[in-house]
């Protein structure tokens, strides 16, 4: 019997930088006989599996390229880093994300033959034509799981199959989802024909594979935290009689899911049905879900989590865009008696004990441990910790995503990548992380994994614990509250992650028995055209140009007027996000940014069409999205008047579609009737009007919380100047109409308060 080799050789790897695994290569070489999905348990070398593809691809194709796509750039970095050393190329494996400019991105492209990036940078640049995927000969999707519903993935393998020359997809992934269903949307979303497993007990693999220690700890939830749950399941109660008399049925103790469902019901029949009843039920399921947000943080994340949560609910009741669910939860007897036991509880979650003593045993057993510890929520990574980093000899840090809010602001993807290599490094020994740090993170020595709380996702549940036994055994741990819906979401994560176990054989029969087995490399079904097949036709040769402005490529309307057979012709655009004509322009409003740009300072929202209006003879404004009415907290009466401002005072029309697609499906009729039946051609025009001083110190002040339009112009003309405002006492503040006791109070907390960003 032949000793399998030690290491890959091939002349594209280098020397002694890949150890030889049959499984890797048995799956490459499945891989290399068309496209595939290719599912294997975390820590077991996916990522070997798709260099093994790539050489054999660029050896087959001496002029091609290799597009490898991730979801984060921590990730792409930690690809980049890894291909660079492995591979011979060198110079020619690049990685590229938003953080290159896309003259750059454009160069890079060119020269390189493997390239690492954001799905998003490279669906925004296949729009906007900087690139063509016709000479790539492989496309890697890792975390294909995500290669959903309107994920850039999905986009991608729609254009890469029907551009490309010589078409490879390979899929990589270890969580692909419980359910048959699902696997089948994963594939069809890349256009694979084709599923390969191995799992932890194939003979070929076990050897590979480090014990995991799992074990849940209940954790009993003090009685101060039951009584406040109790109070807001009160405020549930009556939510829940309210709806019942409405004729609307939701069950006695609804999940948030339950709740969006008869949500979205509610907006559809709003839509066909505007009676005040329906409007009363729609604000009522908005009240809920806040509720049920709450009930959650008081019983599996403690009192500093739903403290904050109810502060920020507090500003949102007194701000001038406060919602009426906002403003009656914070007004409800009930909801002010939790409020005030609230006050009283000076216990803290027994979780964040129990999570210390975790951490302690397990440093203390070995104090060259790393350890995550994973929290739903960023306000209780903020208290997990400052509670860890107490503790002697612990080294904590968070690490939690890009975006800032108020009291709490994100990590940059350079900061990201920062930590993991301090982390792996031994600066930091604990990482206190939300659910960026769930899916790809190369960390080896990676010992304990705790869960704060459960996660009801098979697939979260898969990606947190393959963060540990990699390179050596590995422990998880998941604190569950006794007696809460922490109870349900375990057993349903457990239940779900035992059916995909069980399903996982089967997947290989998934892909051909939906797509074909001789169909590897097909293209994937187009949707129907709908609206846009009544648009009239396009000369001969002629394809119907659409100018559109560079922020909206953030939008799906431009991918759909792509497949709807547009030339997208993208720009930086002062005034409109459409042009199809000479003649018309057109603004796009969701529902909410409609609302928002009238409320939060009118002028925004009259400046832009004052400025479409002067710049082409036809503008329009359409209006996205089926809750015009609901959005927000505005009386219809205003809402009309706003309308008919917009279309008799500034003669512009209003056209008002459901979603993305339906907003592209009209912007390609109108292009195909201005330049096939007009022979209109598509010029930019306009420029965007500058604001006026006074406007200007009108708008640095409504930023503020609580503060419009109307009482911005009242401080100012009352002090003279935001100076003056900015220096004036919450008594003087309150002597200005429009300005009560709270919005002052809010503006000298937002003017005083010590910064922390």
């Not at 129990?354 to 929290?375: A, G, H």
């Not at 008799?648 to 292009?671: H, K, M, W």
């Amino acid at each position: 019997m032949s000793r399998e080799p030690e290491y890959f050789t091939h002349p594209m790897l280098k020397e002694n930088s890949l150890a030889y695994r049959s499984y890797q290569m048995e799956l490459a070489s499945r891989a290399l006989e068309g496209s595939s999905l290719v599912v294997l348990p975390t820590g077991l070398g996916k990522t070997v599996v798709a260099v093994l593809a790539m050489v054999a691809r660029l050896t087959q194709f001496q002029e091609g390229k290799v597009l490898m796509l991730s979801p984060t750039k921590p990730l792409v970095s930690q690809h980049t880093s890894f291909l660079k050393r492995v591979l011979t190329l060198d110079d020619e494996v690049v990685m590229l994300t938003g953080d290159v400019p896309p003259s750059k991105r454009a160069e890079l492209w060119r020269d390189a033959r493997v390239i690492v990036s954001t799905p998003q940078v490279i669906e925004n640049d296949l729009v906007a034509k900087r690139l063509g995927l016709e000479d790539v000969v492989l496309v890697v999707f890792d975390e294909a799981h995500r290669a959903v519903g309107s994920y850039a993935y999905t986009y991608i393998a729609k254009k890469y199959h029907e551009q490309a020359e010589h078409p490879l997809v390979l899929g990589i992934t270890a969580s692909p989802g419980a359910n048959e269903e699902r696997v089948k949307e994963v594939c069809e979303g890349l256009g694979v024909g084709a599923v390969y497993t191995k799992s932890e007990h194939d003979p070929d693999v076990r050897r590979y594979v480090h014990r995991k220690d799992i074990e849940w700890i209940e954790v009993p939830v003090p009685k101060e935290m039951m009584q406040l749950r109790n109070e807001l399941e009160k405020v549930m109660e009556d939510r829940l009689s309210e709806l019942g008399k409405l004729g609307v049925e939701v069950s006695r103790r609804p999940t948030r899911k339950q709740l969006l469902d008869v949500q979205k019901k509610l907006m559809v029949k709003l839509r066909f049905s505007p009676e005040p009843w329906v409007y009363r039920a729609v604000s009522l399921v908005a009240e809920m879900l806040k509720l049920s947000h709450g009930v959650e943080l008081v019983e599996s994340q403690g009192m500093s989590a739903f403290r904050k949560y109810a502060e920020r609910l507090r500003r949102e009741a007194f701000s001038s865009k406060a919602s009426k669910a906002a403003r009656r939860l914070i007004e409800d007897v009930h909801f002010k008696r939790a409020l005030f036991l609230l006050e009283g509880v000076k216990v803290e979650h027994p979780k964040l004990k129990k999570v210390c003593d975790i951490v302690k045993e397990e440093l203390s057993r070995n104090p060259d441990s790393r350890i995550i510890v994973f929290t739903n929520y960023r306000d209780s990574s903020v208290v997990v910790a400052e509670a860890l980093s107490a503790i002697e000899g612990v080294r904590a840090t968070r690490f939690v995503g890009q975006t800032s809010r108020q009291d709490d602001r994100g990590l940059s993807q350079k900061e990201q990548i920062d930590i993991i290599e301090r982390f792996k490094a031994g600066e930091f020994n604990v990482l206190v992380a939300t659910s960026v740090a769930e899916e790809g993170l190369d960390i080896p020595s990676t010992d304990l994994v705790v869960f704060y709380e459960p996660v009801p996702s098979e697939i979260r549940s898969i990606q947190r614990k393959g963060r540990t036994g990699r390179a050596r055994v590995g422990r998880v741990v998941v604190l569950i509250a006794k007696g809460t819906r922490d109870v349900g979401a375990y057993w349903s994560s457990v239940r779900k992650e035992r059916q995909m176990s069980q399903q996982m054989r089967g997947l290989e029969h998934v892909a051909q028995n939906e797509m074909g087995e001789k169909d590897n490399e097909a293209r994937p079904p187009r949707p129907q055209r709908a609206l846009s097949e009544f648009g009239g036709s396009t000369p001969s040769g002629s394809t119907p140009i659409v100018y559109v402005d560079s922020r909206e490529l953030r939008s799906q309307v431009v991918k759909v007027l792509e497949e709807l057979g547009m030339d997208i012709r993208v720009d930086t655009m002062e005034v409109g996000d459409y042009v199809v004509s000479e003649r018309v322009a057109i603004e796009r409003k969701t529902t909410p940014d409609l609302l928002s740009s009238f409320i939060d300072g009118e002028r925004d929202l009259f400046l832009q069409l004052s400025d479409l209006s002067r710049s082409y003879d036809r503008p329009l404004l359409v209006v996205e999205g089926e809750d015009v009415y609901t959005a927000r907290r505005v009386h219809p009466n205003a809402i009309r008047g706003l309308l008919a401002s917009i279309a008799v005072d500034f003669s512009i029309p209003l056209l008002f579609t459901r979603d993305e697609r339906e907003t592209a499906e009209l912007i390609a009729i109108l292009a195909r009737r201005e330049q096939s039946e007009r022979g209109e051609k598509p010029i930019i025009r306009g420029k965007k009007s500058a604001r006026t001083l006074p406007e200007q110190q009108e708008y640095v002040l409504s930023s503020i919380p609580g503060v419009g339009q109307k009482a911005a112009r009242n401080l100012l003309k009352h002090f003279g100047s935001i100076q003056a405002v900015l220096n004036a006492s919450e008594k003087e503040l309150q002597q200005v109409p429009l300005i009560g006791k709270k919005t002052a109070r809010l503006i000298r907390e937002v003017v005083g308060s010590e910064y922390k960003g």
